[in-house]
């Protein structure tokens, strides 16, 4: 170590070497004698400055990067930050059109629902208002049995099948609804975009009960078109034209002080537009059958008696049983046990209750249409002129007054003053029971 320290200072003997540094002044030279430890010294301590000018500039230098390059980084955080928060804002503002597509989808969606909701209720409504008239017709029908008295074995029914139809074709019109009504529905509907599975999803939901819909009323359709002819033939057998009866059917929720102008609740939608078209000839088969079912209310299709009766005599041409002369006959005679109940065929007013005549004591009922019946030879008669009655009312008591030759009733039916075969209508009303 020795040997190295004396090398290091005969090397810095060298490099600093005892010098002198003259400078005149005024004159006069002066010299300043510096020692070889003096320049060390001196050269140590510019040096030392050399290095830390050197160390600050560089120092300032990393530092004005070091700032720099933290600014550029601060501003691609702050970039990348806006762009997530834009990023996100635009998600959002997808989320909410999103929302704002499905909702105003469904919203659409329930209101068409709605709305073909409250048509069949009102439909379906209306229609079962018209088979409890007719159960109630039938069961009162029931009551009084055919002409001869006899009731149904099997139990009451609404209507006989008088044109039974084939159940196959039946299923394949079913099954062609059902084909009709997914194909409706099956186009228009989303196929791309965000909303496309939320949307297709509700559709399909609203396209099934669209289908349920559609089968519905093509059922409802054709119940009342079948119970309609049902009506029609029964009517017919009466041989009173129909068209005499029946008033044309209107729309059903007609009243007074309505108008407008007409706007078309499918217009752009073709599966709408086959609803209501399918709605309307439903609806139109309700009207029809409701019109029908009112008329029968006042057809009489009873007999006047509903205890046990005996036929004696029939409509027409017939020899009088009491000078054996042939005569017309204008009714059909009943025998029934003495004081036995007469009773109202079909509901109406009491037009005539007194004595007549040949037909003794006789009661007259108008029942609206141009229907009339009479009840004649009565021992008593219960009602009064002007008097309401319904189906099976009591009108008076079985007797033998006036032209008669024993208890019986002589009971007729005229339509517009014409006297009909009473026996056809106790026929038609024996149809509307039996099974």
């Known amino acids: 170590m020795s040997r190295r320290s004396g090398k290091v200072r005969r090397v810095l003997s060298r490099i600093f070497k005892e010098r002198q540094i003259y400078h005149r002044s005024d004159g006069v030279v002066h010299f300043i004698s510096m020692s070889s ?24 230098v990393f530092k004005e990067q070091i700032i720099v390059a933290k600014d550029r980084d601060s501003r691609i955080m702050e970039t990348t930050y806006s762009k997530r928060i834009h990023d996100a804002q635009r998600a959002y503002d997808d989320v909410s059109e999103l929302n704002q597509i499905i909702k105003q989808n469904f919203d659409e969606t329930m209101a068409d629902i709605s709305a073909r909701h409250q048509l069949l209720q009102n439909m379906v409504e209306r229609k079962t208002s018209v088979d409890q008239g ?19 074995t099997n139990g009451n029914r609404i209507m006989i099948d008088v044109n039974p139809g084939e159940p196959t074709p039946r299923q394949s019109r079913i099954e062609a609804t059902r084909r009709q009504g997914a194909e409706q529905v099956r186009d228009g509907g989303p196929t791309n975009g965000t909303a496309s599975e939320a949307i297709n999803s509700m559709n399909k939901a609203a396209a099934d009960l669209y289908t349920e819909q559609m089968l519905l009323l093509a059922s409802l359709e054709e119940k009342a078109n079948n119970k309609r002819d049902q009506l029609r033939m029964i009517l017919q057998t009466t041989g009173v034209p129909i068209e005499s009866v029946v008033t044309p059917a209107k729309i059903s929720n007609i009243t007074l002080a309505q108008g407008g102008p007409f706007i078309d609740i499918a217009v752009g ?21 409701a019109a029908l079912q009112k008329a029968m209310l006042n057809v009489p299709l009873s007999s006047p008696l509903i ?11 017939r020899r009088d049983p009491i000078n054996g002369k042939y005569s017309r006959h204008n009714g059909i005679d009943f025998a029934a046990p003495w004081a036995s109940p007469i009773t109202a065929t079909a509901d109406g007013v009491v037009k005539f209750a007194g004595t007549r005549s040949g037909f003794g004591r006789l009661v007259e009922i108008n029942h609206g249409n141009g229907f009339v019946t009479r009840y004649a ?18 009108v ?9 030759t024993g208890p019986h009733v002589h009971y007729e039916v005229l339509f517009k003053g014409k006297p009909l075969n009473p026996r056809r209508f106790i026929e038609a009303g024996r149809y509307v029971f039996e099974s």
Do not use: C
């Open 396 to 404: 008076g008591e079985l007797g033998s007054s006036g032209r008669s």
């Open 307 to 317: 205890v046990g009766r005996r036929y004696t005599s029939s409509f027409g041409i």
């Open 134 to 152: 007719l159960d109630t017709l039938a069961t009162g029908l029931a009551e009084a049995g055919g002409p001869s008295g006899q009731h149904p």
């Open 269 to 289: 939608d073709e599966a709408a537009a086959k609803f209501y078209q399918h709605a309307n000839r439903a609806s139109g088969a309700v009207d029809e059958l």
């Open 377 to 394: 030879h009565m021992n008593r008669i219960s009602v009064k002129t002007g008097q309401k009655v319904s189906l099976h009312d009591k």
């Open 37 to 60: 430890k003096s320049q060390i010294a001196l050269a140590t301590i510019v040096g030392a400055a050399l290095l830390w000018v050197a160390y600050a500039s560089v120092n300032v």
